[in-house]
C-alpha cells in the first residue's frame, strides 16, 4: 500500500509524541510498520473478520496469510508477502465467516452462515493464484460457527468446526475434517463446565482450540444448571485440561463473545490455553486453573476482543477508545507464558490512531511467523504482520536482509537515500537538524518509520 510522505512524517511524529488517553498508570508501545488495505472494497457493514496463518515453502518469504470478512461485500483473501493479495468474493448474505489455512500454504477452508444454516468451501492456492471451490452444507439450522485446527511451527489436520444448531439453544455441535474438505456428521459438544463442575445449558457463541485428533476443548457461554448463573465455560472434547479457578461469571444480559486459543505441546502448561472474551464493558482473559481477569485500562470503553499464541507467547488484542477517545483503536496486551507484559502495545498503525472507529479484530499465529491480524473501518479492511515478542507489534526481520534507507526534512524533501549497511555514512554526511528515516524491505513494504535529531 502506498502512501504520500506527508502522511509518513505524520506517523514519525506520532512516533515520537503519541496522544494517549490512557490512565496514568498504564503506557502503550505504538505499532512500528504500516497497516495494508484490503483491495476490492469498499467493504462497508463489516461485522466479522477471521484469519489464518502457514507456511509456505514456495511462497516468496515461506509464508501466506488467509483472511475472511461478512458485509455488504463478503469474501476471502490470501496474502502472500512479497507477492500480493488475492480477492475471492462469497455470495451475498455470507454472514460471521471463519478461516483455516495450511498444508504447506496450499489449502484451506472457509465456514459462514448463510440464510438458516451454515455451510463451508474448500480453497487451494498456489503462489498467485486462489481457487475457491462451491459451498458444502454443514447443518442445516445453526449459527455462529468457528473454525480451528492445530498450528504451532506448522498448520495441519485435522480442522473442527463448531456451532449453535439455534439461537438460545443448548445444543452445541460440531463437525471433524480436513483443510480439503470431507467434514462428517455433526456431534455434540459435552456440556459438563470444566469451571462449574455441573451442566451448563443454553449455550451459545461457541469457539475451539484443537490440539490434534480427537484432542478438542470448546469454549462458550451459558448458564450453570444449578445456581442459574450466566457464565463462560470450557467443555473438554479429549483434551483433559482443566477449567478457570474463578472469575467467569457473566453480569445479566451480556453476551460475552468468548474466544480461545492454545499451544499443541499444552501437557501440564497452566498457559495450555487463553480464553479472552467481554463482560460488559470489560475485556477479560483466562487460562488453565488461574483466575480469569480484567485487561483493559481504566476507564476506557472496549469491542469484541480476539486471542492468538505463536509458540509460548500469546496476545489478546481488542478495539477500545483508550488511545483516542471517542475512537476506537486497537492495542493488545501480551504474555510470554502465563505472565503478562507491563505494558499494551497498539496493534493497528499510529498514524491512523483517532483516525477512524477500527472493529472486528481477528487475530492468528505461527511459532515460526509470528501474527496475521485483519479488522474493519468504515468501508476498508486493514491487514498486517505482527510480531509478538516484541514491545510492539513489528514484523521480524532477518539479521542479514538489507533494507532501503531514505531520509527526510520534516518538509518531505528526500535528502539522502541508500541501504542500511550505509545508514552510518548517511547521517554522518546530515547537517544538524531534525530528520525522519523511513526504512523499506526487499518487496517495497515501508516496515518502519523514525524520527531522529542530529
Not at 281 to 298: E, K
Not at 359 to 374: E, H, K, P, T
Not at 445 to 454: D, P
Request: aromatic share 10%; hydrophobic share 40%.
Amino acid at each position: 500500500m502506498k502512501k504520500s510522505f506527508p502522511f509518513l512524517q505524520c506517523a514519525a511524529l506520532l512516533l515520537a509524541c503519541t496522544g494517549t488517553a490512557l490512565p496514568v498508570s498504564a503506557q502503550i508501545n505504538p505499532a512500528k510498520t504500516i497497516d495494508f488495505i484490503l483491495p476490492g472494497g469498499p467493504y462497508s457493514n463489516v461485522e466479522n473478520t477471521g484469519a489464518a496463518i502457514t507456511e509456505c515453502s514456495s511462497c516468496a518469504q515461506g509464508v501466506a496469510h488467509a483472511y475472511t470478512w461478512d458485509g455488504d461485500n463478503p469474501g476471502i483473501a490470501v496474502y502472500e508477502p512479497g507477492m500480493g493479495v488475492f480477492v475471492q468474493p462469497l455470495p451475498s448474505g455470507s454472514w460471521d465467516p471463519d478461516i483455516v489455512f495450511g498444508l504447506d500454504g496450499t489449502s484451506g477452508v472457509v465456514v459462514n452462515e448463510k440464510g438458516t444454516g451454515i455451510e463451508f468451501r474448500t480453497f487451494t492456492y498456489s503462489p498467485g493464484v486462489l481457487t475457491l471451490s462451491t459451498p458444502k452444507l454443514v447443518h442445516a439450522n445453526a449459527h455462529h460457527p468457528n473454525i480451528d485446527n492445530p498450528t504451532d511451527s506448522i498448520s495441519r489436520d485435522p480442522v473442527v468446526i463448531v456451532f449453535e444448531t439455534s439461537v438460545g439453544s443448548s445444543d452445541l455441535k460440531y463437525a471433524e475434517g480436513t483443510l480439503t474438505g470431507g467434514f462428517g456428521t455433526s456431534l455434540s459438544v459435552p456440556n459438563i463446565g470444566l469451571t462449574q463442575g455441573v451442566k451448563i445449558v443454553d449455550r451459545f457463541r461457541p469457539d475451539v482450540q484443537v490440539y490434534d485428533a480427537q484432542k478438542y476443548l470448546f469454549v462458550a457461554q451459558g448458564i450453570d444448571s444449578i445456581t442459574g448463573n450466566d457464565c463462560v465455560d470450557l467443555f473438554d472434547g479429549g483434551a483433559n485440561l482443566f477449567g478457570f479457578s474463578s472469575g467467569n461469571l457473566l453480569l445479566s444480559g451480556v453476551v460475552a463473545h468468548a474466544r480461545i486459543d492454545g499451544v499443541v505441546d499444552q501437557q501440564g502448561l497452566t498457559y495450555a490455553y487463553s480464553v479472552t472474551y467481554k463482560d460488559h464493558n470489560s475485556i477479560r482473559h483466562g487460562m488453565q486453573s488461574t483466575a480469569v481477569t480484567a485487561l483493559q485500562p481504566a476507564g476506557s470503553a472496549s469491542g469484541k476482543p480476539a486471542i492468538a499464541y505463536s509458540g509460548d507467547y500469546h496476545d489478546a488484542v481488542w478495539p477500545t477508545d483508550a488511545v483516542a477517545a471517542p475512537n476506537y483503536d486497537l492495542i493488545g496486551k501480551g504474555y510470554f507464558a502465563s505472565t503478562p507484559d507491563t505494558f499494551y502495545k497498539e496493534l493497528n498503525e499510529v498514524s491512523t490512531s483517532g483516525i477512524m472507529d477500527k472493529w472486528a479484530v481477528s487475530i492468528a499465529g505461527l511459532v515460526n511467523f509470528d501474527y496475521a491480524a485483519c479488522w474493519a473501518t468504515t468501508e476498508d479492511i486493514y491487514f498486517k504482520e505482527a510480531f509478538d515478542a516484541s514491545t510492539t507489534y513489528k514484523k521480524e526481520n532477518q539479521v542479514s536482509e538489507v533494507f532501503e534507507i531514505a531520509v527526510y526534512s520534516t518538509s518531505g524533501q528526500m535528502i539522502k537515500k541508500g541501504n542500511s549497511q550505509e545508514i552510518k555514512i548517511l547521517l554522518s554526511e546530515l547537517p544538524s537538524g531534525l530528520y525522519v528515516i523511513i526504512k523499506k524491505n526487499n518487496f517495497n513494504e515501508i516496515i518502519e518509520v523514525q524520527k531522529i535529531i542530529k
